[in-house]
Every structure is written in C-alpha cells, then in structure tokens.
C-alpha cells in the first residue's frame, strides 16, 4: 500500500478534497467550485489541476498515490460508467478513464454520493468497527448507502440503498419527487417533517409552540418536542413509526450490524434517534430487533472519506 | 481448484446430498434421513459417514476434495455459528469445525437454506449469469435468499433475506408465526393466499369456480384464475399488489438483476409471475422499473447446488 491517496466530494456547487495518508489518516482539505457550465467538461479537469498542484506543493510523487476515490450526485453503474448525473451536466461519464488519463493512470475509483457518505461513515465514523452499515441521510430528501462486507452495494442500476423512495403508504395523495407516491422521502425528510406538521396543524389541536413558530420546519418541529410540546410530539411520534418501521424492513433484507443516522435533521440529536429506535424495535423481526443506532460522526466530510477509503477496497 | 465438491443441504426431515465437480457439473446425488434424536448429535457423523463411502466407492481421495457445503434451516452467524436450529435440534452448533473435523479437516463453509437455495439459483438457474440476484421462495412460509456481488449477505443476525418478515399492512388484526402482524409472509405464501381466498369467498361475491373448489389453497386459486374466474383474478391482484410492492421496496435497498421466484406457489409459473411483474413495475422507483422476473429451474436441488457453489466462493 503506498503512502497517499485523495478523496474528492463531488457536490452540484464545490468539491470537497481530501488529502489522506493510507491509514485513514486526513492530512488536508480544501474546496474548488464546480464548474458545471458546458456540460460540466471542465470538472474532472479542474480536479486533477487541484490535485497535481497539491501534490507539487507538499512534494508528493506519482508513485506515492495508491488512487483517487470520487463521489457524485447521481447514480454509478456496476462497470463504473455515470449514465446521467444532473446536477453536473454529465451523461455517460466514464469517471475512472477520464480523470484517471488526466492524472496518468493513477487508479480511480467512483461511487454514488450517499453511498460514499456510508462507506466513510463505517470506517472512520459512526460505523467504525463494523462491516455492514445502514447509513440513513435525512436532508432535503432521503438518502441511503448499504454497506455488506465492508463493500457499497450499488446495485445493477445504481439504485442500490435508495430508500427515499421505498413506498411506505400506497394511499399517499400528493407526489413525491420521483413521480410516484407515498414514497419515505416524503414523510422522513426535512420538506417531508415539515409537511406532516402543516398537515397536523391545520387540524384541531390544543395549544402548540408550533403555532407561534412562524414557517413550521423540521427543525422547530424538534426543537419544540425537545421544549415537550405535545403537538410537535405526535409529529415526531408519526414520522418515527414512518421511518422506524421501513428501517425494520430494510433489515429484513440486509441486516446491518449498525443504523447510522445523518444529514441535516439529524442535527436533533439522541431525542430523534430514540424516537425512531422506539418504533423500529417494535416492528422488527425478532433476530434483528436488537439492532444498533447511533447519530453520524463525520458531518459533511463523510463523503470525503468514504471516497479515500473506495480506493483501499 | 481440485476436481470435486460436495453439496449437502439438510433438511428437518433428510439431507441432500450431491457429488460435484467444480465445474458445477452434478455426477451424483442421493438422500440420508436426518436423525434429529438427541438435539441432533449424530446428523454430521452421518453426513460423514455417507460422504466418506461415497469416496471410496468411486475412489476419490481427500486431496481430489475442494470442500463441502452446507445448507441447513435456520440462521448461520457471520464467524459460522449456528446459535439455534429448532428443526434439527442444534444450539450453538459450529457445523464447520464439527463437520470439518470428522472429515480430517476439509474446508467446510454453513449457510442458511433459503439463502444457499438463492445461490444455487444464481450459479445453474434461474439467475445464472447474473451477480446480484433476489431470490423468493413461495411456499408455506416466505423465504427469501440476498446475493450481491455473487454472496450471500447472510446479516449479521442471520437474518440477511428474511423477507418473509417485511411488514407490509401494519393494520393487520391477525399474527403470523413470528409473533408480530402485517408480514408478507401472511399474504404471499401458500398458507397466505389461502387466507385472502377464504376472506374474499366469505364476502358477497359473484358466481366462482372456487365456490366448488372444497378446500381453497394456493393451487386452486391460481387454477381457476387460469380458467378466467374473476373472483380468483381478484384474490390473484390482491396476493400480487401485496408481493409487487414489498419487491419495489427491496429493489430500492439491493437493485438486483432479477428476481428469481421458487417454492411450490410458483408452479402457478408465467401468469404468477406476469401479475407480480405488473405490480412491481408499477410502484418501483424508475431506474429499477426494468428489473428481470425469472421462475426457479433448480427445484428442490437448489440449496444443494448452492451449498456446492458456497466453497467455490
């Protein structure tokens, strides 16, 4: 194994760089912009003008770096071609061969974002120690990474871990995102919190903290649970049996030693992750029941590091 | 790689066993009853005794031998262990030091009978070619086997597959087996879609062929459905909206190639699986709506043709 490696965050605005000893050690990071102007044809090239830099700057040779492990906000297919990622303007994006050229031949590696995040979360965060992790991201949306044996599940299409979009109420009315409906993104996520407690508030109810709250959002929706409010309690109550049963399901496929629980909301902290362990321990089967949580440790890093360690798979 | 194997897949009531070579070409397969008296103490020693003949009576030597698989039902831990196996009588059972040992130390690997099944099935059936595979056994129960990659993700309680245990209508009033309410396995197996027929029968009703059906089972349901009856094409949407969904669900956490579907239910062959297939689509996440349905083509020699394929891995 030699000495370094990069891991490098590909997000819709700015990439996120890591410069990592091969123990796992991160040595330095910065940002660039991303560029996604034309198709975003100056991204891999942008990256690779970062990377040489750095290296000349610290005086790290070629054959010093194990590889380049990198994240994006769209799916990977199995033979490690991106057929469409949006938010870069990329289609058909042979990600390994394109910067891989540009840097020489130096071994690259990608993975979709939330898989990434996953990955760096089982081995430097929440998950280290373990080789099966469920990562659980509650952002905008609901995202996901399956981690078996130490290794992504990216499944055949790229839709491995995409639990977002598990159906978890076939007679939802309103739209997901994805053009279907009643899909856990639209309970479980920050938007979809927010909605269940429009919904609830426009209901009769006894006196809440929410009312006074202004724009109803996940996180006042916590910070006014925390505060005992009941109302906000049985929003947090119902998004927890939402998100605390279709986590007991997914243990029934995967059985994961560990749920790791990040993104924004997740900022609530240990209260949201009782709540949705209450409601899993009480619909999972019976071997998994016992199943670990815990809150993710690395913040908006993880992709980073889940790109370093893709590379010393 | 040495020229033979052995596939041992024990069940409650014998064990099957074949005599591979590692190409996957089976030259020979036979059945032992499995001797369950005395918490299953002499079930190895007989497996041993019968694979040891068999090698003399073809003159095979120990150094021919890759190894031996086995399959048995119940949960297999990660290091190996089987913690509890209620039909053989086993508690903490470590079948490869044990089996290992009375066969001077061949490489012996232990997996869980649905899952080895799924193995088998992606190796020489119905998903041969592929790496990532799902696997649904339709029979009694539900069982379901994970292969990812060309592995089984067996879970780190054993319970990697156990689809059977998905909670799929939480308003469920009645208990399954497992002491909860609401899984597949109470609607998709053939003890469950004998439920949904006699629920359906019981309410007003058109003319049905099922109504001279006597006893109503899985078999007579699919019957008449193929002879057009509109009650059972009910009971058939009702089974397979259910079966679809949960699929969808699955394919958002492993994205598998296929869906291989086995167990005696599937003898109903294409018009079950063009039902399920129709539900599937219609609530999977798009870059999954595509996914392959194929029935079984190993039968019951499945599991002994997965416990084959587990040393080879």
């Known amino acids: ?3 370094y490696g990069f891991g490098v965050d590909i997000g819709g605005t700015s990439c996120k760089i890591g410069l990592f000893e091969t123990t796992g050690r991160l040595v330095e990071k910065w ?3 991303t560029d996604t102007r034309e198709g975003g044809k100056n991204i891999l090239p942008n990256i690779a003008k970062s990377l040489q830099n750095k290296m000349s700057e610290r005086g790290i040779a070629e054959r010093e770096l194990e590889g380049i492990g990198v994240g994006l906000p769209g799916p990977v297919r199995m033979d490690g071609i991106v057929p469409v990622c949006v938010n870069l303007g990329w289609k058909n994006m042979d990600v390994s061969k ?3 050229s540009l840097m020489h031949g130096i071994l690259v590696e990608a993975g979709n974002d939330a898989n990434v995040a996953a990955l760096g979360e089982m081995w430097q965060g929440g998950g280290k120690g373990c080789e099966n992790v469920v990562m659980v991201t509650l952002g905008t949306g609901v995202g996901g990474g399956i981690i078996v044996n130490g290794k ?3 499944g055949s299409n790229g839709a491995g871990g995409e639990i977002g ?3 978890v109420d076939s007679q939802e009315k309103v739209f997901c995102n994805c053009g279907r409906k009643g899909c856990l993104e639209q309970y479980a996520s920050a938007t ?4 269940l407690a429009r919904e609830r508030l426009a209901l009769e109810h006894e006196k809440s903290l929410l009312d006074q709250a202004g724009k109803v959002s996940a996180k006042t929706v916590f910070d006014t649970y925390k505060e005992g409010d009941a109302v906000a309690g049985e929003i947090v109550d119902q998004f927890a049996r939402i998100l605390g049963t279709a986590l007991s399901n ?3 496929v995967a059985d994961p030693e560990v749920f790791v629980i990040g993104g924004g909301v997740s900022k609530a902290g240990k209260p949201l992750l009782d709540a949705v362990e209450k409601y899993y321990r009480k619909a999972a089967f ?3 029941a016992d199943t670990r949580f815990t809150l993710a440790a690395l913040g908006n890093d993880a992709g980073m590091y889940g790109c370093m360690k893709l590379i010393l798979n």
Chains 1, 2 share one sequence.
């Open 1 to 3: 194994m030699k000495k």
């Open 152 to 154: 992504i599940v990216s």
């Open 165 to 167: 979009h598990m159906t």
């Open 98 to 100: 394109e910067l891989g």
């Open 31 to 33: 940002e660039i912009p």
């Open 286 to 288: 019976s071997p998994c």
């Open 250 to 252: 997914i243990a029934c």
């Open 192 to 195: 979809g919190i927010a909605r």
